[in-house]
């Protein structure tokens, strides 16, 4: 049973440029949700997505947007990309059905941005 | 706010040795609360999680956590530690009515052989 992947694993990128990030959830996952990981630091919540819609959103600028297709995959796009932006990625999938509403998150391994 | 929070940066114990990892919440009501492990180069796992009910919760790998309300604590033990458990560890909190789950700053576990 395949879990969460996500592509690419690494990329570089210079400032101002944009990028797109991608992830497919584990079979029988519907709900999706994105996070970042400075270096060093704990995953800070960006946006989750159920039903093709942003259902909840951290506290992070519009350049960060997001978007779930009907087969319950999601990308993350990063417009305008900053010094800071550069981070790991994490996709993390969930099924609601899981405990009414406590989001029980499986992980992929991330993807690694740097931004020169 | 809504907030986890883990006093130790870096622990270390010699293998063998037990351990126990520390995590305070602040939420209005009690929490659903998590630990996950990460491992270099491996995604975030799942340790195990609280939800309501027995205080005593019991995870993989031999891990269990205790939930206590008076202390707004759910802190993370392990009898004997292994050299295998070396890692980064984060405890997570998910509020009533989000859908958010904040992370603590992480405990990264060394093990002396």
């Known amino acids: 049973d395949a879990g969460v992947t996500q592509s690419p694993t690494h990329l570089i990128k210079t400032r101002g440029q944009q990028v797109t990030l991608r992830c497919s959830p584990k079979?029988?996952?519907?709900?999706v949700s994105w996070y970042q990981q400075a270096l060093g630091q704990g995953p800070q919540f960006i946006f989750q997505?159920?039903?093709?819609?942003?259902?909840q959103r951290g506290n992070f600028p519009d350049r960060f947007s997001g978007h779930q297709f009907p087969n319950y995959s999601s990308e993350l796009n990063v417009n305008a990309l900053l010094l800071g932006d550069s981070a790991l990625y994490l996709c993390?999938?969930?099924?609601?059905?899981?405990?009414?509403?406590?989001?029980?998150?499986?992980f992929g391994a991330g993807s690694r941005l740097t931004v020169l | 706010a809504q907030s986890v929070t883990q006093p130790d940066i870096h622990i270390t114990v010699s293998e063998g040795a037990s351990l126990e990892l520390r995590c305070n919440y602040s939420?209005?009501?009690?929490?659903?609360l998590f630990w996950y492990v990460q491992s270099p180069g491996q995604g975030l796992q799942l340790l195990l999680k609280?939800?309501?009910?027995?205080?005593l919760v019991q995870g993989i790998k031999g891990f269990e956590a205790e939930f206590k309300r008076s202390q707004s604590s759910f802190n993370l033990r392990k009898p004997s530690v292994h050299w295998s458990d070396a890692a980064e560890y984060f405890c997570?909190?998910?509020?009533?009515?989000?859908?958010?789950?904040?992370f603590g700053k992480g405990t990264k576990l060394s093990v002396i052989p």
């Open positions: 993390a999938s969930s099924d609601p059905g899981q405990g009414g509403r406590a989001n029980v998150l499986t």
């Open positions: 079979s029988g996952h519907d709900t």
């Open positions: 997505y159920y039903e093709e819609e942003e259902r």
């Open positions: 939420y209005g009501a009690t929490p659903y």
């Open positions: 609280y939800f309501s009910g027995d205080t």
């Open positions: 997570l909190g998910q509020g009533a009515g989000s859908y958010q789950l904040t």
